[in-house]
């Protein structure tokens, strides 16, 4: 069973948005990975290509940190591409650690 963790609004400016995300929201991911899943999702908004390296460091290190668990990060901006990003990683046994942004 695949979680999901949403994440609606985070600040502009890379460092600010990691530094929330870690601060507000990293223990609630621990927390789900610590439960009955195979595999998190977390969904963050929509943001510019000076995100991704922050975003790729979470995944790739909550993976780890979570194995067997399966942890894997989406960016998107519309429903659609977010549920289809969902539905693909739910499906995919094999991905994890990946920071998967939609291109809309």
């Known amino acids: 069973m695949q979680a999901v963790l949403t994440i609606d609004r985070l600040p502009g400016a890379p460092i600010e948005a990691a530094a929330q995300f870690h601060r507000e929201y990293l223990q ?27 975003r790729r460091t979470l995944a790739r290190d909550l993976a780890r940190a979570s194995k067997p668990k399966r942890v894997n990060v989406v960016g998107a901006a519309s429903d659609d591409a977010r549920d289809a990003l969902l539905s693909y990683l739910g499906d995919a046994p094999g991905v994890t650690g990946q920071y998967c942004p939609s291109h809309e």
């Open 28 to 54: 609630q991911a621990e927390h789900l990975l610590a439960g009955e899943v195979d595999a998190l999702a977390i969904v963050l908004p929509s943001a510019p290509t000076d995100h991704d390296d922050w």
